[in-house]
């Protein structure tokens, strides 16, 4: 950064310190900095921004207790044992007045109907990223399998993604708890194995465009910066169903600004602010629609039906899976 | 020994390759490792970029607090056991070493939340520059250990039998002789600390974000050629130190 | 106070503090159970250890111990002649030193991105090689990853020992009649035992529980140990499971460390 902003940066912390600071944590690329810049300049309020990688790194800071941060950006499976497990304040709707700007499908979401813990913010949903002039269009997970695929395919290196594309494949549920159907989800997912060149996740994007990878288990938003990069990528959501996240913005209850993280937001919930985000993020917002949507981000309502919400499993569920997993990696 | 001088140039070589390909990306005018044409953008968006600066920061603060106060604690310990077997404290610089980083950042973070209640800190550089501290002193300590084991007793005896205290016998007859195993433990100890990104995440607070969390964070979504214009200029940055350092040497 | 004492005390209070009191709270969780989300609740139990005798969990113990000693031998072989070159590099000793460590100072992360670059299947030596090899996601290109950021672990303490070598004994060998590999195996290699001993535990120990360079230069395909505890602390969100898993891990070093000191021990009385 050039020597005159890096003196007024300093200057303007300096006698800064009399203003209001918030300290916000989400996951990273998450956010347009010219909409924190306008918060600061609107609200008079300074913004502490980190980020983070992974669910499980913002937890480990939040169940301290003592952290430091006001506001983070939980996945929305992991909002009812944070709730439960008294981490998060509840949201008092009087000051977020900007609660109608949101989707109508996320104003009572399945996770948190009411809206007690936390403010639907991007949401993203997992499927087949492909190279349209070298494979046809997938229409179920059952392409993954393909031999014709074998060295050119990868799955996303996360046990819930892999487990249950493979329990959808077979037809169960995603949420199953079953030891019988998942028994069955993990010789699938080994029979992969042999034509699996890596489990990858972000990283495959490039891959994808360099033509190494002809297809991948993978995120939409990932997959709409690839296709940025390169038209010939494009996106399926298998007909089996898929799974969708929400990343909500919630508050700490060890935070000492309830206020001040209510009034952020709020912001976040204005039309211009949530879309300039959805931008810079390359993901879908939460907020009601304002102007075309890309279909890869934005599912057409049939499609949209057939993904699932996944939930927070019970301890002894989670540790069946994780020992599965253990077993499909290492094999 | 002219083979081993190729074998070294080799060597180095293979160190460095990575470095150039970074390099030259660096200038690539596209976001992914497909050339595009040449361009400087990326350094533009570097220097831009607060956060990087902030995260470049607080890594030279804690590696220049850090790497000093571990290399000297590391030291006097290695010479202390030197002297005379301390098994206990043997052991725990072992087990330190023998720990995986992310059980170290998880205890630490553990034993920070316990602390923290009675002390009412949060997490920041202070803690931060502590875990450093502990995991590089076992590092310095190997590395001048093993200096001193083939270090000749009798020399300090020699200096003591002569009238000098033990302390003089140390720091004038002991320490110039192994000065250049401190300095290569000192250099251990800052890159060790500069690079380290596992236990710095977990106990890092608000304020104390460090440049591999920056360049993490970068990275993980996928390749950005910021990130390989930062470690191109943090290359050149070190190598024109180095340069200088060699010519200042060599005066 | 004796001189003795007062140079351990520094080391011995940051160790009790921060190494000792952290373990002894890793060895607390091992004991305790999954909380729902992540940290430990009561009841106590040894449940943990004994989940650990399981034939999955002992062949990742075992493929890790392989790579990791494949890995120290390789850092050993390769790293030995450059420790030897700098450490008799006269006025260069300190450039090279620096040389050395000059791409440490990037990000490890950047500079393993950098390797899949290069090991692509469209990647830099494909494309030179006009081939198809796919050189990426196997185990050795988790081999050449792990070689690759610890050889100067290898270096440094191998360097700080050779540097002291008298050449004169170089000399001696050599009017004695001694040719070069003899003096080699029968001089420099005793001598520089410390710093071989020191530099295979800087690089063995990280190698054993290193979960990064195997998830991405290996594409998650193999779990070593670093990978399981790297899991539990994480995704599977069983801290318990995972401090019982690096004390396994901790306790695999340990007792290789304690027969590397007793062979040298055995080796300096001879």
Not at chain 1, 58 to 66: D, E, F, S
Not at chain 2, 90 to 97: R, V
Not at chain 3, 171 to 196: H, N, Q
Request: with cysteine; net charge positive; charged share 15%.
């Amino acid at each position: 950064m050039n020597r005159r902003s890096f003196l007024t940066a300093s200057a303007t912390s300096l006698a800064c310190s009399t203003r209001p600071r918030l300290n916000v944590y989400n996951w990273s690329t998450y956010i347009d900095p010219a909409m924190l810049e306008l918060f600061e300049h609107e609200r008079g309020i300074r913004i502490r921004y980190g980020t983070y990688e992974s669910n499980e790194e913002m937890l480990a800071k939040a169940i301290t207790g003592n952290s430091g941060w006001d506001v983070v950006f939980p996945t929305h499976s992991r909002l009812d044992p944070m709730a439960r497990n008294g981490l998060l304040a509840k949201l008092d709707h009087r000051r977020l007045p900007s609660l109608g700007n949101l989707d109508p499908r996320f104003q009572k979401p399945v996770w948190d109907p009411h809206l007690e813990w936390a403010v639907p913010y991007m949401w993203n949903a997992t499927g087949i990223a492909y190279n349209r002039t070298q494979v046809e269009q997938p229409r179920t997970w059952n392409a993954l399998w393909s031999p014709a695929l074998k060295g050119r395919l990868t799955m996303l290196d996360d046990p819930e993604d892999v487990i249950g594309a493979c329990l959808q494949k077979l037809r169960f549920p995603f949420d199953s708890t079953d030891p019988t159907q998942l028994q069955a989800a993990r010789a699938e997912a080994i029979s992969q194995k042999r034509l699996l060149r890596a489990y990858l996740n972000a990283e495959v994007r490039d891959q994808l465009v360099a033509g190494d990878v002809l297809a991948a288990q993978l995120w939409s938003t990932t997959t709409a910066q690839a296709m940025r990069a390169d038209p010939k990528i494009a996106f399926a959501y298998p007909e089996e169903g898929y799974p969708l996240y929400c990343d909500c913005a919630a508050v700490l209850r060890e935070s000492s600004r309830y206020e001040l993280a209510l009034e952020f937001l709020d912001f976040l919930l204005q039309p211009k602010v949530a879309t300039a985000n959805a931008k810079a993020a390359d993901t879908a917002t939460a907020n009601a629609a304002s102007g075309p949507r890309d279909p890869v981000l934005y599912p057409p309502n049939d499609i949209y039906q057939r993904g699932i919400w996944p939930e927070a499993l019970p301890a002894n569920a989670q540790r069946y899976r994780d020992r599965l997993w253990t077993e499909i990696k290492s094999a | 020994m002219k083979p081993l001088k190729l074998y070294a140039a080799l060597a180095l070589a293979f160190l460095h390759a990575p470095l150039l390909v970074l390099i030259a990306f660096s200038f690539n005018a596209g976001r992914f490792t497909v050339w595009e044409g040449f361009s400087l953008h990326w350094y533009q968006a570097a220097f831009a970029d607060t956060q990087l600066a902030e995260g470049l920061i607080n890594s030279l603060i804690i590696a220049i607090v850090a790497a000093p106060l571990s290399t000297v604690i590391g030291t006097l310990a290695a010479y202390g056991m030197w002297r005379r077997q301390a098994p206990v404290l043997a052991g725990t610089l072992y087990l330190s070493l023998v720990t995986p980083e992310i059980v170290t950042g998880v205890s630490l973070l553990a034993l920070f939340q316990w602390l923290f209640r009675f002390l009412r800190l949060p997490l920041g550089l202070h803690t931060v520059i502590v875990a450093h501290v502990a995991f590089s002193i076992a590092y310095v300590a190997i590395v001048i250990s093993a200096r001193l084991r083939d270090y000749d007793r009798a020399l300090e005896e020699a200096a003591m039998d002569l009238g000098a205290s033990g302390w003089r016998a140390f720091t004038r007859v002991t320490l110039p002789v192994i000065a250049p195993a401190i300095a290569a433990a000192a250099l251990l100890s800052l890159v060790v600390s500069f690079d380290d990104y596992v236990i710095t995440s977990l106990v890092a607070g608000v304020d104390s974000e460090t440049l591999p969390m920056v360049i993490y964070a970068m990275a993980r979504r996928g390749v950005s050629p910021i990130v390989n214009a930062v470690s191109a200029l943090i290359v050149v940055a070190f190598g024109v130190l180095i340069l200088i350092s060699q010519r200042l040497r060599e005066k | 106070m004796n001189l003795r004492r007062l140079c351990l005390l520094p080391a011995r209070v940051w160790t009790a503090l921060f190494i000792a009191a952290p373990l002894a709270i890793v060895c607390a969780y091992s004991l305790l159970t999954r909380g729902d989300y992540g940290g430990v609740e009561q009841p106590w139990t040894l449940e943990n250890f004994t989940r650990l005798a399981d034939p999955l969990y002992l062949a990742i113990l075992w493929r890790s111990l392989v790579i990791a000693t494949l890995s120290t031998a390789l850092c050993a072989l390769l790293g030995f002649p450059l420790a030897l070159f700098i450490a008799r590099a006269g006025r260069h000793k300190n450039l090279l030193l620096q040389l050395l460590l000059l791409p440490f100072w990037t990000s490890f992360l950047v500079r393993t991105y950098a390797w899949l670059f290069i090991l692509r299947d469209t990647g830099l030596i494909n494309t030179i090689l006009h081939t198809h090899l796919q050189l990426l996601y196997n185990d050795g290109a988790v081999l050449l990853g792990l070689v690759y950021n610890f050889l100067p672990f290898f270096v440094l303490p191998m360097y700080a020992t050779l540097e002291k070598l008298d050449p004169a004994l170089l000399e001696a060998a050599a009017d004695l009649g001694a040719k070069p590999f003899a003096t080699l195996w029968r001089v420099i290699i005793p001598i520089s035992a410390p710093g071989i001993a020191a530099g295979s535990v800087l690089v063995f120990i990280p190698c054993l529980g290193a979960y990064l360079t195997p998830d991405l230069l290996g594409g998650g395909k193999t779990v070593m140990l670093g990978n399981l505890v790297q899991n539990q602390f994480t995704t599977a969100r069983d801290w318990p499971f995972g401090s019982a898993a690096s004390l396994l891990l901790m306790l695999a070093s340990a007792l290789l460390l304690a027969a590397l000191m007793r062979s040298r021990a055995a080796k300096e009385l001879m």
